[in-house]
């Protein structure tokens, strides 16, 4: 054959072959995590404490609760401060300098890695208040959340027509009234994807909450200790080697990744819907 | 007279839209075939087909059958000898922009396998001088081909597209986009090519296809309205819708 | 009735200003903060932290260069795996992937990223290390153990699973930042390329890789900066140890990096002052080098969008 369509045959199917082979760890975790967690999963499971060390029972109910909470105070923080960010680099930075300023800050943030911010949150709040909290976990969560956020609400606003603008100006709207009612309403579809995707991220963190929440074997009695999350049971129970906690690691697995390729799946396909919103 | 080209009840579509309905005309060889039509006819797409690039669009589909020198050019032949053969420049002058002037001309030739330097200066040589460029640029070989203005970028492409000797070349649109001077430059180099190649152009400038073409065929919403001698496409057309064309009556 | 709309459209327009600047500060405090927490163990340490082998809390020896060297080596060689599978899944979506195929590689890169790094730590540990040591390492050393890098007992945890697993978990960044770059090949230019009867591949490497290089590399550092920067993973499959690579040079031994250093050792450091100020330190210095690297990586990006 010729020598020319031989190299194309070969890069075809080599790059075909590598393509299709790429699914098969996602197939692979995801069957995994289904036979392996789903022997864990019971009422039990989603309504009780850890048992003690070495017993068999008890669930994670505890850590279920405890990154709801963490992740709904790491919205309440990250997603309006995202969200003012970048409102204001979109709609009222003039400055040229004062817009690169923020914003090569914003990006640098989004690069620190995320054991860093929890050393920072432990730093600046833990070693000030004593003991490990949940608000020192909401701090380091929301650090990683302001960035993504920020640049879809900037996004989402600069590409709103210039038509729309103009009209609510042509109205005689004052400027907060464009920026928060016209363009930003315009903008949320961007906005929520951005903020949907950053929770589903944060569900995923672990790292930062071993300087923060770290974890705990009991329900939340207040916000400003140390919590239970699924994410640190994971780790903890993974690394234990004892069987059943192991098993129970498998479950906490399966739930959280529900949560997040759930999360993920709706936002994209619902995204795509209405064209890249 | 031998047809170099034949096209026989040729369609095509772009998934459910049909763009070209049972078209058929032979292409005289060593002659200069225009195709003219009013924007939106199929003329582009028409020639795509004959030189197999219509199918590298998602969910474009061809029927009927293109025949060059009696082989079936959709079943006999494939793509990639079809397209050495039949030879392609395109609306806006498309030069490579990481190659050199030197590197631009034989970018054919290289696919071909042509490693003698010998052999390819000389080519670069003979093609420039055949388009008129030689003089212009034979001491830049080595910048980039988009250094060029328009008409010599063009002018380029066609000695490009002529390096590895094509049988067809097929020309769209090829000087829409330059001044009244290159375009000039450019169709009396067309007159000079058809004693070696056949020729097929696509022009929606009317005049352009009388001046220099010598068979004419007339595409209006994908169907062949006429075809036959410039001549008498233009000076007394069978077909009423070809008369207002071609009079700028519509357009 | 002027003066309503000014004072709302001060206070949106000021209080979005210093919600920007407390961002932009937060930044800036976190460095000093990591600086001054460091300062301790930049003076009693010395270089000792970046060059010294031996990490002994209770003698007050905090040498950190091999989790330094484990960070660097395994971020290297997850990108010289992920790159080549990148490139490659790039070129099959660019110029063979029908289009349905094209929307699954997307979204199966989508949720590949997606997944969190504690599930790629389970896996690794629970699933993917029993497997890695019978089926691969053992027959491995029983063959061509007798290569240094190859040696000593097959540990399932190590520095070669911990590289493994952050290839997967970069792969999926880098080839979706690389397909958008491929993407971007101008049409015309592939056009005149298929004209003169050049395959498809040929068509790729002559005027889509020229097109696409400066972006491509400026994904793979970023995908670099992924792998220098991960936590979790890396510490549940690294085996969290010393013994690579002054002990055994062998990739099959457990090892360290910078995150998994840090991540194990932190709660036991609370007690101890230059431990924790040594601990410090390291973030510090991989924090320097992911912002150097993503800093890198955005000037290349930011080139190749403006020159096009």
Known sequence: MDPRKTKELFIRTVTTLVSFSVALPLLWIVADVIIKGMPAINFEFFTSLPAPFGETGGGVGNAVLGTLVINAMSSLIGIPLGILTGIYQSEYSSNKKVYSLIRTS????????????????????????????ALAAAFALALIMIPPVSKATEEGMRSVPIEIREAAIALGLPKWVITLKVVFAVAKGSVITGSLLSFARISGETAPLLFTSLFSYYWPTGINEPMASLQVLIYNYAMSGFGEWVTKAWGASLLLLLIVLLINTVVRAVSKNNGGY | MHHKLEVQNLSAWFDEKQVLKDVSIS??????????????????????CLNRMHELVPGARVQGKVLLDGRDVYKDMDAMEVRRKVGMVFQKPNPFPNMSIFENVVAGLKLLGVRDKKILSDKVESKLREVGLWEEVKDDLKKSGTMLSGGQQQRLCIARALAV??????????????????????????????EKTTIVIITHNVQQAARISDFTGFLYLGSLVEFGETKKIFESPKNPLTERYVTGRFG | MQKIPSFLDSAVKYGALAASISVAGIFLFLFLTLFSNSIPSITLNGLDLLLGKIWDPNDGVFGGLPAILGTIFSSIFSLGLALPLSISISIYYTEYAPIKIRSIISTVMDLLAAIPSVIYGIWGLWTISPLLKTHFQEPIAATIGFIPIFSGPAYGLSIFLASLVLTIMITPIISSLSIDIFSKTPVHLREGMFALGATRWEVCRKVAVPFAKRGVIAAAILGLGRALGETMAVAMVIGNSYIWPFSSVSIFSPAHTITSKVASEFPESVSNALQFSSLTELALVLLVISLSINLVADLMLKRVEGGG
């Open chain 1, 106 to 133: 914003i990006d640098s943030l989004a690069g620190v890695p995320s054991i860093i911010l929890g050393l920072f949150a432990f730093t600046v709040i833990v070693m000030r208040v004593g003991h490990y909290t």
């Open chain 2, 27 to 48: 292409f005289p060889s060593n002659n200069v075939t225009a195709i003219i039509g009013p924007s939106g006819c199929g003329k582009t797409t028409f020639i795509r």
């Open chain 2, 165 to 194: 000797d094509p049988e067809v070349l097929l020309m769209d649109e090829p000087t829409s986009s330059l001044d009244p001077a290159s375009t000039a430059k450019i169709e009396s180099l067309i007159r000079e090519l058809k």
